[in-house]
T-cell receptor
């Protein structure tokens, strides 16, 4: 079945450091890919998405490129801020398949001043 | 436009008590979901609904029941609470339209403690 694997956390960085959170997937069809973010005490909210190979999703300085050849959707940010401290979830949905999103387990990011 | 709202925000139950969590959405979404979130486990799907009057089991349905009597509401019931049901519960909803990226909108969560 479809699955998502994220790098284990937690990840701790200093402000202005470069961030990469790895995400790889297994899917039978052609999935859409998502990154969700969960700030402390809140629900998940969509950060960015990509619907086909080579698409780049971007938002709030974060980027991720849909790489079909490596089945990956790694999240990157060039310069993190303290306010980026949160849990990040990678997810996929296969068009025409189940009505459910498949989530990774989440990666906790802490950014120190 | 309130999005997805959940009631209550916090609750403490004793083992064996029952309760109902309410989720409401005002976006006219067809699909609604209940998840639980536990440390190190990510999000796990409990039950979901693809339309008014329909429900289906997710990964971890045991000990929970759901109802979708109105399109905008999705209720999660615990008939006899157990300490293993201590968790944070999230409701989500989504639309469905061919060719449109499928994304879910989440509520703020309900923190439930069963003692």
């Amino acid at each position: 079945g479809d699955s998502v694997t994220q790098m284990e956390g937690p990840v701790t960085l200093s402000e202005e450091a470069f961030l990469t959170i790895n995400c790889t997937y297994t899917a039978t069809g052609y999935p859409s890919l998502f990154w969700y973010v969960q700030y402390p005490g809140e629900g998940l909210q969509l950060l960015l998405k990509a619907t086909k190979a080579d698409d780049k999703g971007s938002n709030k300085g974060f980027e991720a490129t849909y790489r079909k050849e490596t089945t990956s959707f790694h999240l990157e940010k060039g310069s993190v801020q303290v306010s980026d401290s949160a849990v990040y979830f990678c997810a996929l949905h296969t068009q025409g398949g189940s009505e459910k999103l498949v989530f990774g387990k989440g990666t906790k990011l802490t950014v120190n001043p | 436009n309130a999005g997805v709202t959940q009631t209550p925000k916090f609750r403490v139950l004793k083992t064996g008590q029952s309760m109902t969590l309410l989720c409401a959405q005002d976006m006219n979404h067809e699909y609604m979901y209940w998840y639980r979130q536990d440390p190190g486990m990510g999000l796990r799907l409990i039950h979901y609904s693809v339309g008014e009057g329909t429900t289906a089991k997710g990964e971890v349905p045991d000990g929970y029941n759901v109802s979708r009597l109105k399109k905008q509401n999705f209720l999660l019931g615990l008939e006899s609470a157990a300490p293993s049901q201590t968790s944070v519960y999230f409701c989500a909803s989504s639309y469905t339209q061919t060719g449109i990226p499928y994304e879910q909108y989440f509520g703020p969560g309900t923190r439930l403690t069963v003692t």
